[in-house]
């Protein structure tokens, strides 16, 4: 299974004129290979997704396959709880591997192989300088480094040290595998780089088996020859790396070897996409989880509501270039809303109630009226509302004395209420500091074309709740996690823990229609005039319904920032 296209035709970013050319050519048979290999030691982020998208998308695109792999050569920070969560991620997204989902792991001993053959081939060597020592020997871009003395130590001397790596003799770091390529070399990743390095942790898969892992340098290239890879697509921090890479399946002998692409990674205006960061704020109880819904995690996404295809199709709209930017938040925002606009069940629901007493109603009687659920698709039908004499309405639907352009309610002037005809109000109660406690208003149920009974003009609709059968409701009101635009740019000397914003939750007691307290965890709703919200799908329960606030109706941050 693959995600659909969401919005018309694709644009042709640079990735996808190189595959159609490769393809047209003929190159590698016309197959297109893609992987997506993240490390699993973390969650996933918007970021991934912008990969995932790019990876699946055009291997889908072109009739091929993408591969799913765990880049699994760090055992200290790796788990399977990461494993599973990239699984459900993924298929979330609307992606899947198929048969086509490896670990790196399972390549340990064949990657044990390559790198004896590279020591017999004189390519690579068992070094034993300190860490400190090797940074020295390296030297840095404008001067050329000093080969090791161990460079040339003789063929079977380094075969017979490799092996009792392998076998357990040695402290951690205290010897290593390194290739042999160029110490003069301007790019550093090519003055012999570590091919592996000793390392007593436990995997996660394979136990005690290793004491030694492989570098992501040498696995990852030896990985994509191993699958038959064709179109290894990457974050442009690798480009740098792409030498090394080369230089690795250079000597696999391989008629067509994979080759490496590079492509911007997303940077995401209010919010830190850095795994290490996001761990932070993670242990540190900042936020509450990896899946709190103000992270960039697709698992807090979607826990807050945002729907797969509307990440599928901000992903499709930044494209793909080779240069860095930062990406507005409120474009991903923008996306989410489209996509609810289409798919998300009106309701109604009150953050700040004031009640309402129609006077002409009488105590007790009670009435449903019917409610489209969306106007927008029209297969989604209808749904019934109490409706009665005391009713709940936003108190800032009220003003005593208004100021021009305020349409709403006010003495002597009437409002439309939402599927309910309309309502004058023609007196306040208030409490002994003078604020409106009640409103008594008079209900004019409308004529059948749903105008006023008296003929008069109205302005302004707005929403409701039925005192006698409205049901509280826990509303989370989620706004961007940071204080800070581009959190990337603070100075060295500001910790970026201390620009969170204060205000990036508001918890609020609200009342709705009876219907919410069916809600399923993860639905989604567009509460009118107040917002996007989806059904919690940790916390909300039958007798407790708890709503996330996937995003405001229109982008208020805007004002409020200055834009």
């Not at 049901?471 to 910790?495: H, N, Q, S, T």
Request: glycine share 8%; hydrophobic share 35%; proline share 8%.
């Amino acid at each position: 299974m693959s995600a659909p296209s969401d919005n018309g035709p694709a644009p042709q970013h640079f990735i996808r004129q190189i595959i159609a050319a490769d393809v047209a050519a003929g190159r590698y048979g016309g197959r297109v290979v893609t992987r997506f290999p993240p490390e699993p030691n973390g969650y996933l982020h918007i970021g991934h997704a912008k990969a995932i998208c790019i990876d699946f998308g055009m291997a889908e695109e072109f009739g091929g396959r993408c591969h799913l792999r765990m880049d699994d050569t760090n055992p200290t920070k790796e788990s399977m709880e990461y494993v599973e969560a990239i699984r459900e991620d993924i298929r979330w997204l609307g992606f899947d591997w198929g048969e086509h989902f490896y670990f790196s792991a399972d390549y340990f001993e064949r990657m044990y192989e390559t790198a004896r053959s590279l020591i017999r081939a004189g390519l690579a060597y068992v070094c034993e300088l300190t860490q400190e020592e090797f940074k020295e020997y390296r030297g840095v871009p404008t001067r050329p480094g000093r080969e090791s003395p161990y460079r040339n130590r003789p063929i079977e001397e380094s075969l017979d040290l490799f092996a009792r790596m392998r076998a357990g003799e040695f402290p951690d770091g205290s010897l290593c595998l390194r290739a042999k390529i160029d110490m003069a070399s301007p790019n550093l990743h090519l003055r012999d780089p570590v091919l592996y390095r000793i390392l007593r942790t436990p995997h996660y898969r394979t136990g005690d088996q290793w004491c030694m892992y492989p570098t992501y340098d040498f696995a990852h290239p030896l990985e994509d020859a191993f699958e038959g890879v064709t179109h290894s697509l990457c974050t442009l921090e690798f480009e740098v790396h792409r030498p090394l890479y080369d230089w690795v399946v250079s000597h696999l002998g391989l008629a067509e070897p994979p080759h490496q692409y590079e492509f911007a990674r997303l940077n995401l205006s209010y919010t830190v996409m850095s795994k290490r960061k996001l761990l932070e704020l993670v242990q540190e109880g900042l936020v509450r989880g990896w899946d709190d819904p103000r992270l960039p995690t697709i698992c807090g996404m979607r826990r807050r509501g945002y729907p797969p295809a509307a990440i599928r199709h901000f992903c499709e709209l930044i494209g793909v270039t080779k240069y860095e930017s930062l990406t507005d938040l409120a474009l991903l925002e923008h996306c989410v809303r489209d996509e609810l606009n289409r798919t998300a069940a009106r309701r109604m629901a009150v953050l700040r109630p004031l009640k309402v007493i129609l006077e002409n109603v009488q105590p007790g009687h009670v009435e449903e009226m019917e409610a489209v659920n969306n106007p927008e698709d029209p297969a989604a039908g209808t749904r019934r509302i109490p409706f009665g004499r005391e009713l709940w309405i936003e108190r800032d639907d009220y003003m005593d004395d208004p100021p021009p352009k305020f349409y709403r309610l006010a003495p002597g002037r009437t409002v439309r209420l939402r599927y309910a005809g309309f309502v004058e109000c023609v007196g306040v109660e208030r409490d002994a500091a003078g604020d409106p406690t009640a409103l008594r208003c008079r209900w004019d149920r409308g004529t059948p074309d749903g105008r006023p009974s008296d003929g008069r003009k109205v302005k302004s609709t707005i929403h409701w709740a039925h005192a006698d059968t409205a049901v509280p409701i826990e509303l989370r009101l989620y706004d961007r996690l940071f204080r800070v635009e581009d959190v990337g740019a603070l100075p060295d000397d500001v910790d970026y823990k201390t620009q969170l914003n204060p205000d990036s939750l508001k918890i609020v007691q609200a009342l709705g229609e009876p219907s919410l307290a069916e809600a399923r965890p993860g639905e989604s709703f567009q509460f009118e005039r107040v917002g996007y919200f989806c059904a919690d799908a940790k916390d909300h329960a039958p007798g407790r319904p708890v709503f996330n606030r996937t995003v405001e109706l229109k982008d208020t941050w805007a004002k409020i920032a200055g834009r």
